[in-house]
């Protein structure tokens, strides 16, 4: 199982079984911080009571070992008083001496690493504070903690990305856990009797016996969505833990899967699933707790981001940063490159196709900052060559095309670095999707219509090509990207819908009514299904914003960064997700995040502080491929075999009329179906690949 996640940890691996207890442990390393072999996993603690397989970084360790020296030294020095003897050493100095660096907390945020005090960026191991350190890894830290702390008080005290699988002998009981966002995977699942887990699913795969079926109730959902939703994997009983999620487990829950879906909270036989973060909880106290001066908002929002970034660039490898010329990416590295000492590494790729290419934005704003940037010009044919790969890569069905830019710019950056800081969550946190822009104004413009006219207004925009519209919105100077896609896209949301929220529902779905193209299914709920789970929010624009932080954030975006960059042994890093960034987008008001039709004002607001506005001020493009016209050229072949009608009839997944029907008005140029299209491709070629 282990040996099938060698991309993900090419440096070093490990096993521990336990055969009396009936546990086995695998691990790959990418060795980050220490790269001696005092972090080799799995670890097991100090004491001998927890053995850990831990996937991430625990970007404030250095604070926690220091947290955790200052409370074992001041136990030390209570219990000599009580002896009637004295302290051998002052417990803040003996925590101030130690090695290895560290920080403090900022007081208003407990969750957001003020700057490290000169002179405590070293490494190495020591004693501090009564605690034997063998090395500086985090996973050394995270052992410690849960000694002292316990498993959630851990959690809660940790900030950073990760997968945690930690057995505890003592108790004979097994914590699942994994970070607050959903930045790394954890899978898991039964299979004919054994429990198994892992970071992607081809590790349960090569579990003995793996047989577990597609289940058409989450292909269905698949299909809407073009990615598999929390809390769901494509396997029956296989399931993904959900972000923010422990899941706790003795050898009774180990048997055979629970009678409903996991979700928390869940308690059952020998099974407990509680949530130790709640992102909702944070939105929602966030949007009561409103920041009311925006000047003073965004000075501390820089100060936070520096604070993430400073604490993210922590790394015993290189490291660099995607820089794609957008506000995001911009933001990130112009903050970090402040940081820096000398050049930050930053990398792009441009493409022929002018219309899909940002490397022009990118090399403007890296001269600018002074980085030092690299670029790589891809040819149709370099993306095409990456197509073949995308099922193992991705190991389940996944419809992001931007997914093949990404592996394209994660393989070129692996070149020279080991670690890469991303610019991604910034849309969901501070309002850059356009459909938070646009939705309201449409709907407050169509919504006293009538139903029947408003089917019919749909009908007639439907009815006119992309290319038509296209055209129109060149003539009247309509600063959009795709502007006949979204316009055919927003035609297809307002028909039939009943609200705004009804409205977002659909315009985050590429096949509306799934049920009617995979044969025998009953599409699985899910959290854009179930409105009486959505975050009590005031403004359906925040709703959106919480909505897609939940479900789009960690099912789509940063599962597609993760695997893309894992392939190729690079570790990735999102400043934006950092806990206190979260918490204090969730305080700034809709007014002060998006204004004048245009989202993210927070950012840019920042990142003019920077760089020139004229630099990055342009219609939100995205890390877009010409997909459209691939499938109606080079990649025609390829997809007509996959959606040939006999073999869709002969596989029994699908209905092929619809699938034909979409086909052929794509390559007539009718419609642009490359995204509804795109998902039925991807689970086609999953299925070839594993036939």
Same mark, same amino acid.
């Given at each position: 199982?282990?040996?099938?996640?060698?991309?993900?940890?090419?440096?070093?691996?490990?096993?521990?079984?336990?055969? %009396?207890?009936?546990?086995?442990?695998?691990?790959?390393?990418?060795?980050?911080?220490?790269? !001696?072999?005092?972090?080799? #996993?799995?670890?097991?603690?100090?004491?001998?009571?927890?053995?850990?397989?831990?996937?991430?970084?625990?970007?404030?360790?250095?604070?926690?070992?220091? %947290?955790?020296?200052?409370?074992?030294?001041?136990?030390?020095?209570?219990?000599?008083?009580?002896?009637? $003897?004295?302290?051998?050493?002052?417990?803040?100095?003996?925590?101030?001496? @130690?090695?290895?660096?560290?920080?403090?907390?900022?007081?208003? !945020?407990?969750?957001?690493?003020?700057?490290?005090?000169?002179?405590?960026? $070293?490494?190495?191991?020591?004693?501090?504070?009564?605690?034997?350190?063998?090395?500086?890894?985090?996973?050394?830290?995270?052992?410690?903690?849960?000694?002292?702390?316990?498993?959630?008080?851990?959690?809660?005290?940790?900030?950073?990305?990760?997968?945690?699988?930690?057995?505890?002998?003592?108790?004979?009981?097994?914590?699942?856990?994994?970070?607050?966002? *959903?930045?790394?995977?954890?899978?898991? *699942?039964?299979?004919?009797?054994?429990?198994?887990?892992?970071?992607?699913?081809? @590790?349960?795969?090569?579990?003995?016996?793996?047989?577990? @079926?597609?289940?058409?109730?989450?292909?269905?959902?698949?299909?809407?969505?073009?990615?598999?939703?929390?809390?769901?994997?494509?396997?029956?009983?296989?399931?993904?833990?959900?972000?923010?999620?422990?899941?706790?487990?003795?050898?009774?829950?180990?048997?055979?899967?629970?009678?409903?879906?996991?979700?928390?909270?869940?308690?059952?036989?020998?099974?407990?699933?509680?949530?130790?973060?709640?992102? =909702?909880?944070?939105?929602?106290?966030? =949007? @009561?707790?409103?920041?009311?001066?925006?000047?003073?908002?965004?000075?501390?929002?820089?100060?936070?981001?520096?604070?993430?970034?400073?604490f993210q660039s922590i790394a015993d490898v290189p490291l660099g940063a995607f820089l794609s010329g957008g506000v995001d990416s911009s933001t990130i590295v112009a903050l970090m490159q402040a940081e820096a000492m000398s050049p930050v590494r930053t990398f792009t790729i441009g493409f022929e196709d002018a219309a899909h290419d940002e490397a022009l934005h990118a090399r403007a704003v890296a001269r600018h900052l002074g980085t030092d940037h690299t670029e790589l010009y891809v040819t149709a044919r370099d993306a095409l060559d990456v197509i073949p790969r995308l099922p193992e890569i991705y190991d389940e069905p996944f419809a992001d095309s931007s997914q093949i830019p990404t592996h394209l710019v994660c393989q070129q950056a692996r070149r020279h670095v080991t670690v890469?800081?991303?610019?991604?969550?910034?849309?969901?946190?501070? *309002?850059?999707?356009?459909?938070?822009?646009?939705?309201?104004?449409?709907?407050?413009?169509?919504?006293?219509?009538?139903?029947?006219?408003?089917?019919?207004?749909?009908?007639?925009?439907?009815?006119?090509?992309?290319?038509?519209?296209?055209?129109?919105?060149?003539?009247?100077?309509?600063?959009?990207?795709?502007?006949?896609?979204?316009?055919?896209?927003?035609?297809?949301?307002?028909?039939?819908?009943?609200?705004?929220?009804?409205?977002?529902?659909?315009?985050?779905?590429?096949?509306?009514?799934?049920?009617?193209?995979?044969?025998?299914?009953?599409?699985?709920?899910?959290?854009?299904?179930?409105?009486?789970?959505?975050?009590?929010?005031?403004?359906?624009?925040?709703?959106?914003?919480?909505?897609?932080?939940?479900?789009?954030?960690?099912?789509?975006?940063?599962?597609?960064?993760?695997?893309?960059?894992?392939?190729?042994?690079?570790?990735?890093?999102?400043?934006?997700?950092?806990?206190?960034?979260?918490?204090?987008?969730?305080?700034?008001?809709?007014?002060?995040?998006?204004?004048?039709?245009?989202?993210?004002?927070?950012?840019?607001?920042?990142?003019?502080?920077?760089?020139?506005?004229?630099?990055?001020?342009?219609?939100? #493009?995205?890390?877009?491929?010409?997909?459209?016209?691939?499938?109606?050229?080079?990649?025609?072949?390829?997809?007509?075999?996959?959606?040939?009608?006999?073999?869709?009839?002969?596989?029994?997944?699908?209905?092929?009329?619809?699938?034909?029907?979409?086909?052929? %008005?794509?390559?007539?140029?009718?419609?642009?179906? #490359?995204?509804?299209?795109?998902?039925?491709?991807?689970?086609?070629?999953?299925?070839?690949?594993?036939?």
């Amino acid at each position: 199982m282990s040996d099938r996640l060698a991309h993900r940890g090419p440096d070093d691996r490990g096993q521990w079984v336990d055969p %009396e207890a009936g546990i086995a442990l695998g691990h790959r390393r990418l060795a980050i911080l220490d790269l !001696s072999p005092a972090g080799h #996993q799995p670890m097991a603690s100090a004491s001998g009571r927890y053995v850990i397989a831990f996937n991430g970084e625990i970007y404030n360790h250095l604070v926690l070992r220091r %947290e955790l020296g200052a409370e074992m030294a001041a136990a030390v020095t209570g219990s000599e008083r009580m002896a009637g $003897g004295k302290a051998t050493a002052d417990p803040v100095s003996c925590v101030e001496a @130690a090695p290895g660096g560290g920080g403090r907390l900022s007081p208003g !945020s407990p969750l957001t690493p003020a700057r490290l005090p000169a002179g405590e960026r $070293g490494f190495g191991g020591s004693v501090a504070g009564g605690l034997d350190w063998r090395g500086h890894s985090d996973t050394e830290t995270l052992l410690a903690a849960f000694e002292r702390w316990g498993v959630e008080e851990t959690l809660r005290r940790a900030v950073g990305m990760f997968a945690v699988a930690l057995w505890d002998r003592a108790e004979r009981r097994l914590h699942l856990a994994r970070d607050r966002l *959903g930045e790394k995977p954890l899978y898991y *699942g039964w299979c004919r009797g054994a429990f198994v887990f892992g970071s992607e699913l081809k @590790a349960l795969r090569a579990s003995p016996g793996f047989d577990n @079926a597609v289940d058409r109730g989450v292909l269905s959902a698949y299909l809407r969505f073009n990615y598999v939703p929390e809390p769901y994997s494509i396997y029956r009983h296989v399931f993904k833990l959900e972000p923010g999620c422990v899941l706790t487990l003795s050898r009774q829950g180990t048997v055979s899967p629970p009678p409903s879906t996991p979700r928390a909270p869940m308690r059952g036989p020998g099974l407990e699933l509680r949530r130790w973060w709640s992102l =909702q909880e944070v939105a929602e106290r966030g =949007q @009561a707790n409103l920041l009311p001066d925006e000047r003073s908002t965004l000075d501390t929002l820089e100060a936070r981001l520096r604070d993430a970034i400073r604490f993210q660039s922590i790394a015993d490898v290189p490291l660099g940063a995607f820089l794609s010329g957008g506000v995001d990416s911009s933001t990130i590295v112009a903050l970090m490159q402040a940081e820096a000492m000398s050049p930050v590494r930053t990398f792009t790729i441009g493409f022929e196709d002018a219309a899909h290419d940002e490397a022009l934005h990118a090399r403007a704003v890296a001269r600018h900052l002074g980085t030092d940037h690299t670029e790589l010009y891809v040819t149709a044919r370099d993306a095409l060559d990456v197509i073949p790969r995308l099922p193992e890569i991705y190991d389940e069905p996944f419809a992001d095309s931007s997914q093949i830019p990404t592996h394209l710019v994660c393989q070129q950056a692996r070149r020279h670095v080991t670690v890469a800081l991303s610019g991604d969550g910034g849309d969901e946190l501070f *309002g850059g999707y356009n459909r938070y822009v646009w939705a309201r104004r449409v709907w407050g413009k169509l919504a006293w219509l009538p139903s029947a006219l408003r089917v019919a207004l749909a009908r007639w925009i439907l009815a006119r090509p992309t290319r038509q519209w296209d055209a129109l919105a060149a003539r009247l100077r309509i600063g959009v990207t795709l502007p006949g896609d979204k316009a055919h896209k927003l035609a297809e949301g307002v028909a039939g819908v009943r609200d705004l929220d009804d409205l977002y529902v659909r315009l985050v779905s590429e096949w509306k009514q799934p049920e009617g193209v995979v044969l025998g299914a009953s599409e699985v709920p899910t959290l854009l299904s179930q409105r009486g789970d959505w975050p009590a929010l005031r403004e359906a624009e925040h709703r959106m914003m919480a909505l897609d932080a939940l479900s789009y954030l960690p099912g789509d975006i940063l599962c597609k960064v993760d695997r893309a960059a894992m392939s190729v042994s690079l570790e990735t890093r999102v400043p934006f997700l950092d806990p206190g960034v979260v918490e204090l987008a969730w305080r700034i008001p809709l007014a002060m995040k998006i204004r004048d039709g245009q989202g993210k004002r927070p950012l840019r607001r920042i990142l003019r502080r920077y760089v020139p506005p004229e630099l990055i001020e342009r219609p939100k #493009q995205g890390f877009a491929i010409p997909l459209p016209e691939w499938l109606r050229g080079q990649l025609r072949d390829w997809a007509e075999a996959l959606l040939e009608e006999h073999r869709l009839r002969d596989e029994g997944f699908f209905d092929p009329a619809p699938i034909r029907r979409r086909w052929r %008005e794509h390559l007539e140029g009718r419609r642009n179906w #490359q995204a509804a299209l795109w998902g039925v491709l991807m689970f086609q070629a999953w299925v070839q690949e594993r036939a």
